[in-house]
Antibody
Framework: EVQLLESGGGLVQPGGSLRLSCAAS????????MTWVRQAPGKGLEWVSG????????YYANSVKGRFTISRDVSKNTLFLQMNSLRVDDTAIYYC?????????WGQGTLVTVSS | EIVMTQSPATLSVSPGERATLSCRAS??????LAWYQQKPGQAPRVFIY???ARATDIPARFSGSGSGTEFTLTISSLQSEDFAVYYC?????????FGPGTKVDFK
């Protein structure tokens, strides 16, 4: 069974940083692309960043480009999202997701709140 | 970036009725289109991928159709557990943009 467990969310001031982690199990992590998707309170889904399973290429939404960095440690089956220069409108639940095209499995999400 | 739109924003339906949800892409995504269901307080769940393939354990009352820029999700006979928000997503190009969602609620 695929399991994705996010951690690292919390309250941070504008301009601050957070690093999200996602521990993956139940599948061969090194061979799959992975994605971060977020959902602001009461809003829809927004694709944030992805990392290709084939060549490790990374992609970012325009709204986070230059501020967020996606990476992974295949030895620890863990996906990361380094978030810098956080803004109030980055407040959302951040979901870790298996797949770099459609999302086959989702984590339960971790809440990031950016507020002074 | 490919922009996805969905209609209607809210669909009020009675149990047992048929529901038809629409999704449109700003340019062709071929069949690279998925549908997700999300219930309050839960993560989304994939229901349809490849525009028409049902994901694992998804009931046959759910069907997807379309290609290019116009897509449809049909629920043939709504059950109580189907009342939720449905999102479409294109994955032809990154970013894999989502539509704004259609909320299916009780009539």
């Amino acid at each position: 069974e695929v399991q994705l467990l996010e951690s690292g969310g919390g309250l941070v001031q504008p301009g601050g940083s957070l690093r999200l982690s996602c521990a993956a199990s139940g599948f061969t992590f090194s061979t799959y692309g992975m994605t971060w998707v977020r959902q602001a309170p009461g809003k829809g889904l927004e694709w944030v960043s992805g990392i290709s399973g084939s060549d490790g290429s990374t992609y970012y939404a325009n709204s986070v480009k230059g501020r967020f960095t996606i990476s992974r440690d295949v030895s620890k089956n863990t996906l990361f999202l380094q978030m810098n220069s956080l803004r109030v409108d980055d407040t959302a639940i951040y979901y870790c997701a298996k797949g770099d095209n459609y999302v086959g499995s989702w984590g339960q999400g971790t809440l990031v709140t950016v507020s002074s | 970036e490919i922009v996805m739109t969905q209609s209607p924003a809210t669909l009020s339906v009675s149990p047992g009725e048929r529901a038809t949800l629409s999704c449109r892409a700003s340019q062709s995504v071929y069949s690279n289109l998925a549908w997700y269901q999300q219930k309050p307080g839960q993560a989304p769940r994939v229901f349809i991928y490849g525009a028409s393939a049902r994901a694992t354990d998804i009931p046959a009352r759910f069907s997807g159709s379309g290609s290019g820029t116009e897509f449809t999700l049909t629920i043939s006979s709504l059950q109580s557990e189907d009342f939720a928000v449905y999102y479409c997503q294109q994955y032809k190009n990154w970013p894999g943009t989502f539509g704004p969602g259609t909320k299916v609620d009780f009539k």
